[in-house]
């Protein structure tokens, strides 16, 4: 059952004529849905004060333009070309949750279940902007991971300083290029497991397990990566 989860706390907020204003609500606890779109009177309201408190509501425009777990951004427009208004009450309505809730939603591929048996891959997004964005990121995930991964083994023998800088500098997760004409490939790939030994004469050896980087290739790490050249932040 929806209730009043935000209302704005001053008295009066004056848009100007023509103008937007945002405003951000947060709550309590996390909002499960707010009611959209917003209506006049119910959601908000403004007059002009100065000429008795004359109603202006039906100049303004309001909507919810971002939303996140606990908070919402709220842009209210005075469509009026002349005339500022004096906003008098605006408020978000929907259901509250509590704390602990966690919301699950799936996303199976039937065809790769059949071949090749159920895998899960748990994915929390806590900073997801809703239901719709969540499962888009599962989607998307599932694009690559429904079939199997083919993994590319590679030795590297420290046998000079060029190696040995590569062996003592690769970690786990690491992305690489593997460049071999032999093969004809220019590849990049994630180390995903790694085996050193060490032979008694001090020639060290590592196999690597590789698989193929994801097509992601745009996002960027902040604090690792090199931001521009097309690249993004993501999350």
Request: no cysteine; hydrophobic share 40%; proline share 1%.
């Amino acid at each position: 059952m929806s209730e009043i989860i935000w209302q704005m706390q001053e008295t009066t907020v004056q848009v100007y004529a023509g103008r937007s204003r945002d405003f951000e609500a947060e709550f309590q606890t996390a909002a499960s849905a707010i009611d959209t779109p917003l209506v006049a009177y119910t959601h908000y309201r403004a007059v002009l004060l100065a000429y008795g408190s004359y109603d202006m509501t039906g100049n303004l425009s309001a909507s919810v333009t971002q939303q996140y777990a606990q908070s919402a951004i709220i842009t209210v427009t005075n469509n009026h070309l002349f005339i500022d208004v004096d906003l008098v009450f605006l408020a978000l309505t929907g259901t509250l949750i509590g704390q602990g809730y966690v919301l699950t939603k799936t996303a199976e591929d039937a065809t790769s279940i059949a071949e090749y048996g159920k895998r899960t891959l748990d994915l929390r997004a806590k900073l997801a902007l809703g239901e719709t964005e969540t499962y888009a990121m599962m989607r998307y995930a599932l694009g690559f991971f429904k079939n199997p991964q083919p993994i590319v083994q590679m030795v590297l023998i420290g046998k000079d300083d060029t190696n040995l800088t590569q062996i003592l500098n690769r970690h786990i997760s690491d992305r690489v290029t593997i460049v071999t004409t032999r093969l004809g490939m220019n590849t990049e790939f994630h180390i995903e497991k790694e085996e050193h030994t060490i032979a008694k004469g001090g020639l060290h050896r590592v196999v690597y397990m590789l698989g193929k980087a994801l097509g992601a290739r745009q996002i960027a790490i902040l604090g690792k990566s090199k931001l521009g050249d097309g690249s993004v932040l993501g999350y």
